[in-house]
């Protein structure tokens, strides 16, 4: 029963650097959401994408940051020039459906250090 | 806009005792989800429990149930029989239908079950 898939569950960055996460899915599932959770709050809503196609990006920070959901492989959120600012976990959530009346299937997050 | 507030930072519970959860909601949409999750030490997501704003029934899924009160717009959780193992940070999440998966999460509840 293979879930979310997201890697890596860590990653280090020096200031200036790129991050590069990974999200895979769950099988059939077509609609990807990646979130952002600062130490002690709760998780925030960046951008929505189905395959190829960017739905909703009102969550994502205008400039460094970027995603994508090719039409094969994982789905990729980038942040460029990674500033202390961004260490956060993010998590990424999957659904077969674009509606309410089902749960999101998250990912075990990705934790990103900057130092 | 949506908004999701829980008013308890932190939460104490005997063990083999029930606890409620606190939420509050705010949206004008007449049609959305609410959702709660569990997030342990580990850091994933767990998802316990969802409500429909049409839902003529409160959920219950095992030891959990949602205490669904739409005039008050509170959904609150009420977990039965605590276990060590509730110890997390619990999170009350809404989305509206035509947002599809795009959540809105509450700053969270830390649960501590007491031996």
């Known amino acids: 029963n293979a879930g979310v898939m997201q890697n890596p569950r860590h990653l280090v960055r020096r200031r200036g650097q790129e991050a590069r996460l990974r999200c895979s899915p769950m099988?059939?599932?077509?609609?990807v959401y990646w979130y952002r959770q600062l130490p002690e709050e709760g998780l925030k809503f960046m951008v929505y994408?189905?395959?190829?196609?960017?739905?909703?990006e009102s969550g994502m920070p205008k400039e460094r940051f970027s995603a994508e959901f090719p039409k094969e492989g994982p789905s990729i959120l980038r942040i460029q020039q990674v500033v202390r600012g961004d260490s956060a976990a993010y998590f990424c959530?999957?659904?077969?459906?674009?509606?309410?009346?089902?749960?999101?299937?998250f990912g075990q997050g990705t934790r990103l250090t900057v130092v | 806009a949506q908004k999701i507030t829980q008013t308890q930072p932190g939460m104490f519970v005997q063990e083999k005792e029930a606890v409620t959860l606190d939420c509050t909601y705010d949206?004008?949409?007449?049609?959305?989800?609410l959702f709660w999750y569990k997030q342990p030490s580990s850091g994933e997501m767990i998802f316990l429990i969802y409500?429909?704003?049409?839902?003529?029934q409160n959920a219950t899924e095992g030891r959990y149930s949602l205490n669904f009160q739409k005039a008050r717009k509170s959904a609150n959780l009420v977990i039965s029989a605590s276990q060590l193992g509730d110890s997390a940070m619990y999170f009350c999440?809404?989305?509206?239908?035509?947002?599809?998966?795009?959540?809105?999460f509450g700053p969270g509840t830390r649960l501590s079950v007491l031996p």
């Open positions: 959530a999957s659904s077969p459906l674009d509606r309410s009346n089902t749960e999101a299937f």
């Open positions: 099988k059939g599932h077509s609609h």
């Open positions: 994408l189905q395959k190829e196609n960017i739905i909703d």
């Open positions: 949206t004008s949409d007449p049609s959305y989800g």
């Open positions: 409500q429909g704003s049409y839902d003529q």
């Open positions: 999440a809404m989305n509206e239908d035509n947002y599809g998966q795009n959540f809105v």
